[in-house]
Nanobody, 117 residues
Framework: QVQLVESGGGLVQPGGSLRLSCAAS??????????MGWYRQAPGKERELVAA??????NYADSVKGRFTVSRDNAKNTVYLQMNNLKPEDTAVYYC??????????WGKGTLVTVSS
């Protein structure tokens, strides 16, 4: 079993920044070989991919390109999402996802990000 715990969410004004963290534990084995992703779900909307990182290759949703940066520290079994120039439309619950090479996936419980003045 794998446990994922997100942290770093909160209330921020438009134009502000936040850094989310996702710490993985449990049956990870080699953290670096797992695909890691950040997703978000706004009220009344479906969950969407925000950013993903696989062995150093990153992928971003068009809506966050140039503002968000995903990174990972394999020694700490942690993935990060640096969010800059936040907009009200970034308000959502942000989830961390880990996908193992065999396809099994695990999700965290999410952290709320609210962008409002």
């Amino acid at each position: 079993q794998v446990q994922l715990v997100e942290s770093g969410g909160g209330l921020v004004q438009p134009g502000g920044s936040l850094r989310l963290s996702c710490a993985a534990s449990g049956s990870i084995f080699i953290f670096s070989i797992n695909n890691m992703g950040w997703y978000r779900q706004a009220p009344g909307k479906e969950r969407e991919l925000v950013a993903a990182i696989t062995r150093g290759i990153t992928n971003y949703a068009d809506s966050v390109k140039g503002r968000f940066t995903v990174s990972r520290d394999n020694a700490k079994n942690t993935v990060y999402l640096q969010m800059n120039n936040l907009k009200p439309e970034d308000t959502a619950v942000y989830y961390c996802r880990l996908q193992k090479p065999n396809g099994m996936e695990y999700w965290g419980k999410g952290t709320l990000v609210t962008v409002s003045s």
